[in-house]
């Protein structure tokens, strides 16, 4: 028998935010205040969505999970190392588990950030095999027994 899920409805106006503070060693300039708020988490972690937002100053920021953010509010200037753009409220970044970004934040700046912590390597590798192995069976996409074992194969 599943477990029934729900829809979880929330509103990111009049969350209550919580401190969250920069790690010290990433700060560069000034002194950053940053607070977030959860919104929503997958039933099994892996994925979740946050309002967070921070005063002026400058840091490094360091991914060890995937983050799409989405600027609400506020502006705030990214680098890379490579490239340098300011994102300003409805703009978007996608910022891969593993980088690294330098930010530059004027004054205040207020985003979504959705959230995810990418499978473990060996399971990316084991999914892969097994739908090569299903396609070699001749298994195709759409196959009812194939998708229910392992989502969509080619």
């Known amino acids: 028998m599943s477990e029934e899920k729900k829809i979880e409805f929330g509103s990111a106006n009049g969350l209550a935010l919580q401190p969250a503070p920069i790690n010290p060693e990433w700060i560069r300039e000034g002194a950053p205040v940053a607070r977030n708020g959860l919104l929503s988490r997958s039933a099994d972690g892996s994925a979740f969505t946050l309002i967070w937002d ?15 953010v989405f600027i609400l509010e506020g502006s705030v200037t990214v680098s890379d190392g490579d490239r340098t753009v300011v994102l300003g409220q409805g703009d978007t970044v996608f910022f891969p588990a593993g980088t690294t970004a330098l930010w530059r934040v004027e004054s205040y700046v207020r985003k979504v950030a959705f959230c995810r912590r990418p499978p473990h390597r060996a399971y990316v590798v084991a999914l892969e095999t ?3 192995i299903l396609r070699a069976l001749g298994l195709r996409k759409g196959d009812s027994s194939a998708s229910a074992m392992f989502g969509e194969v080619a």
């Open 130 to 132: 097994a739908k090569n």
């Open 54 to 68: 921070c005063t002026g100053g400058v840091f490094e920021w360091r991914y060890d999970i995937d983050e799409t």
